[in-house]
C-alpha cells in the first residue's frame, strides 16, 4: 500500500489481533476490556477509501478528538481509558509510529445508529430540503437558502453501513425502533447538547461547525458513552466564519475540499478511488492542520 516517511496508509502491528479495518481506523483488540485504535492518513469520499493518504492527517484527528472528549466529559462519558501506548505496545519502533494516532480504549458495545446533528442547510439536508421543503422528515421554514443557519439545530440520525456502503438517512421513530425509546431521547438530546456547545466554542475561534456525526456505545451496565471520533474535520463540516455567505457553498477545512475536486472528474464514485495530484493532497493536509490549530488556539 502507499506510504511515505510522513504518511501511515495502513498499520501492521505484531504482536495484537486487527479486528476490523475501517475507512480511516484500524481497531486491535488488547484484552477483554480494552481496544487499540489507530488512526491512519487513509482519507474516505463518497463512501470509498483513496489511494493516496494525507500526511498527518490521523494525528490531527486524534489530537482533535481528544481535545473534544476532554471538554464534553461534564456532558457525558467517553472511551478513553488510562492505558497508554507503552501500556500495550512492547516494540519501540511500533510505538514511534503510533505516537499521537493511537488511543487504547474501554471496550464497548456500539449502537447501530449515526448521531447526526445539523445546524445548517448544507449537503444532503440541502438537496432534500430544495426537493421536499425538509430534511429527513423534518419540516422546515419556507424561503431557506443553502448554507443558511437552521432555526434550531436538527438530528438526523442514520444507519451505520459496512465499508463500501452508503449510510441511510432513517427517521427518529425507527432509531426507537432498534434502540428503545429511552435510549433513542438519550442519543438525541446529548447529541443535540454536544454540538451546541461545540458550536458556541468553535465560533469564537473563527470556525463554524456546519453539521457533525456522533457514534455511541454502551458499557456493562448500559451506560451511554461517546466512542469512535467527536467533532473533526472528518466528521463533521468546517468553515472558516470570516468568509462564510449565505446562498454558496462554503469553503471548508474538511474533506469538501476533496469532494469538490472529485466531483470534477468523470468518476462512478465507486471502488477503486482515483488519484490525488500532490497539490490536492498537500492543501487537504493544511486544512486539516489549520481546523485544529483554530479550536486549541
Known amino acids: 500500500m ?3 516517511p510522513s504518511a501511515l496508509y495502513e498499520s501492521n502491528l505484531k504482536n495484537l489481533s486487527l479486528i ?31 489511494p493516496d493518504p494525507i500526511p498527518g492527517k490521523g494525528a490531527v484527528l486524534t489530537t482533535v478528538s481528544n481535545f473534544w472528549f476532554e471538554r464534553t466529559k461534564n ?17 519501540e519502533a511500533e510505538r514511534n509510529t503510533l505516537e499521537g494516532r493511537a488511543i487504547v480504549v474501554k471496550k464497548l458495545k456500539p449502537l447501530p445508529v449515526e448521531a447526526i446533528v445539523r ?17 429527513c422528515g423534518i419540516e422546515l421554514p419556507t424561503g431557506l437558502e443553502q448554507a443558511q443557519q437552521l432555526p434550531e439545530p436538527i438530528y438526523t440520525p442514520s444507519t451505520k453501513a459496512e465499508v463500501g456502503e452508503h449510510d441511510e438517512n432513517v427517521d427518529f421513530d425507527y432509531t426507537v425502533g432498534l434502540l428503545g425509546m429511552d435510549m433513542a431521547n438519550k442519543v438525541r438530546d446529548v447529541s443535540l447538547k454536544i454540538y451546541k456547545e461545540a458550536a458556541e466554542y468553535a465560533l469564537a475561534r473563527g470556525i463554524i461547525i456546519a ?28 468553515w472558516p466564519a470570516d468568509s462564510y455567505k449565505v446562498g454558496v457553498s462554503p469553503q471548508s477545512f474538511d474533506k469538501q475540499y476533496v469532494r469538490d475536486y ?3 472528474l468523470d468518476w462512478d464514485k465507486k471502488a477503486p478511488g482515483p488519484n490525488l495530484p500532490e497539490e490536492v493532497i498537500q492543501n487537504t493536509a ?9 479550536l486549541m488556539a
Open 2 to 4: 502507499p506510504t511515505t
Open 20 to 50: 476490523n479495518k475501517g475507512k480511516v481506523r484500524d481497531i486491535y483488540d488488547v484484552d477483554e476490556s480494552h481496544l487499540l485504535i489507530v488512526t491512519t492518513d487513509r482519507l474516505s469520499a463518497f463512501d470509498v477509501i483513496l
Open 75 to 91: 456532558i457525558i462519558a467517553n472511551h478513553l481509558s488510562e492505558k497508554t501506548l507503552a501500556d500495550v505496545i512492547a516494540d
Open 119 to 135: 445546524g445548517y442547510l448544507i449537503g444532503s439536508g440541502w438537496k432534500d430540503y430544495q426537493n421536499t421543503g425538509s430534511v
Open 211 to 238: 453539521d457533525t456525526k456522533f457514534e455511541f456505545g454502551t458499557d456493562e451496565d448500559g451506560e451511554l458513552v461517546l466512542i469512535d471520533e467527536a467533532l473533526t474535520p472528518d466528521s463533521s463540516r468546517f
Open 262 to 264: 472529485l466531483e470534477t
Open 286 to 294: 493544511a486544512k486539516y492542520k489549520e481546523a485544529q490549530d483554530k
